[in-house]
């Protein structure tokens, strides 16, 4: 993954804090892959076939859905999910202002009308401004679980009505919990992505659709696959966008280590956190992320606020330490939607978020030492004076 980085030297700058490093994952996963790629070579299945069968199963289980489709990427999943429950042209489908491009995208590609509601203050989508963007075409509410927190399923399932599918956008949080439900198995339909920074990545692109419904299940597995199932049975316009036997072996191996991952990661997330209200306790315009009561956040990301932003970025890139903007214009202010006519003022609190937010670097394996480097170099920026020893030393 490229994330933003800020030198003011010609050289390479050197990074002793990268963004993201998923060296540690595959190493613990290369030799048992290596083994299973040995049999997939040797049988020379490499679309769909029985690793992919094998992996669909499993992550449908972790998940809690019935079914889950293997497909090419997070963005087709999001699309194939939609065409697959039934959205099409006359739909209108509400998504949050601050998501991945790909979220707005789908509902686009589906030919369905993009209605663009705000987040709260945990960069979730905020059940009353979505109640009050239901209008007779709403068919479905896309809830996205930023950073790798789950949305409020249950209260937008009860704003939204029945007659409105729930569709998750789970691509940052494979593992994932609030108030007993769980990423991916909560929605009418969910989609999920496994690009190799993701929480469960793949060696490549890859996603799935994941849902308990057995007709959106079939037509997801007909839509994946140029319209049918069976060679050439084409009974509507697909795609084709099927899982790599590769893929789905790399998936299924990572799966088994997927908790413990996350549990590193919340680890992580819980020593910025401390090393953050210890440095900034005087300094009210750094913003930390919470895990909310009853969620179990996977720290897809660590998303802070900050004051002076471009200030603060660029200092980050003299220390060698990489990080990211998710995202830095909301997607109703994108030029690929200007088109559909939204202006500025529509997401007060998605807007205001944009200049201030900063992801840190997060990943499992990240040192204390890395983190404190992190914190200390943030805090000297922020409040222009340096760290007292006390704190960190
Ligand atoms: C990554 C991501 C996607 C798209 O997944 P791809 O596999 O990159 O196509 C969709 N939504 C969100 C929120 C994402 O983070």
Not at 34 to 63: C, Q
Not at 219 to 225: C, D, H, S
Not at 264 to 286: H, I, M, T
Not at 352 to 364: E, G, K
């Amino acid at each position: 993954m490229t994330e933003t980085m800020t030198s003011t030297s010609a050289a390479p700058p050197r990074l002793p804090v990268p963004f993201l490093d998923l060296g540690v994952q595959t190493a613990e996963v290369e030799a048992e892959v290596r083994e299973r790629w040995d049999r997939i070579l040797s049988t020379s299945g490499f679309v769909l076939g029985p690793e992919v069968e094998r992996f669909e199963s499993e992550f449908a289980a972790y998940s809690g859905a019935r079914h889950a489709i293997g497909v090419g990427n997070g963005t087709d999943a999001l699309e194939i999910g939609l065409r697959a429950a039934g959205i099409g042209a006359g739909d209108e489908v509400i998504v949050p202002a601050n998501t991945f491009f790909a979220t707005a995208e789908a509902v686009l590609r589906c030919g369905a009308g993009l209605v663009v509601a705000d987040v709260d203050d945990d960069y979730l989508l905020d059940p009353l401004d979505v109640a009050a963007r239901v209008t007779p075409r709403t068919r479905a509410v896309v809830a996205v679980h930023l950073y790798g927190q789950m949305a409020p399923v249950a209260r937008l399932r009860e704003v939204v009505g029945p007659d409105v599918l729930l569709v998750e956008d789970a691509a940052q949080s494979q593992g994932a919990r609030r108030d007993g439900f769980r990423s991916g198995g909560t929605g009418d339909v969910a989609a999920t992505s496994f690009y190799p920074g993701k929480n469960l990545g793949a060696f490549g692109d890859g996603g799935a659709v994941l849902t308990s419904s057995d007709d959106i299940d079939q037509r997801a597995r007909r839509l994946r696959n140029h319209g049918g199932v069976n060679r050439y049975e084409h009974l509507e316009v697909g795609t084709n966008s099927r899982l790599d036997a590769l893929q789905a072996a790399v998936l299924s191996v990572k799966l088994t280590r997927l908790d413990g991952w996350n549990a590193q990661r919340s680890a992580a997330a819980a020593r910025y956190g401390a090393l953050l209200a210890d440095a900034f306790a005087d300094v009210p315009e750094l913003v930390v992320p919470r895990e909310l009561p009853g969620a179990a956040h996977v720290w897809h990301l660590y998303v802070v606020q900050v004051p002076d932003r471009p200030a603060v970025s660029a200092a980050l890139g003299a220390a060698g330490i990489g990080h990211g903007i998710h995202y830095p214009a909301p997607v109703h202010l994108l030029p690929a939607t200007a088109h559909l006519g939204l202006r500025a003022g529509l997401a007060p609190r998605a807007e205001a978020h944009t200049d201030r937010i900063l992801s840190l670097p997060m990943f499992p394996g990240i040192t204390a030492s890395q983190q404190e480097h992190v914190v200390r170099t943030l805090h000297s920026t922020v409040t222009g004076r340096t760290a007292p020893s006390t704190v960190i030393p």
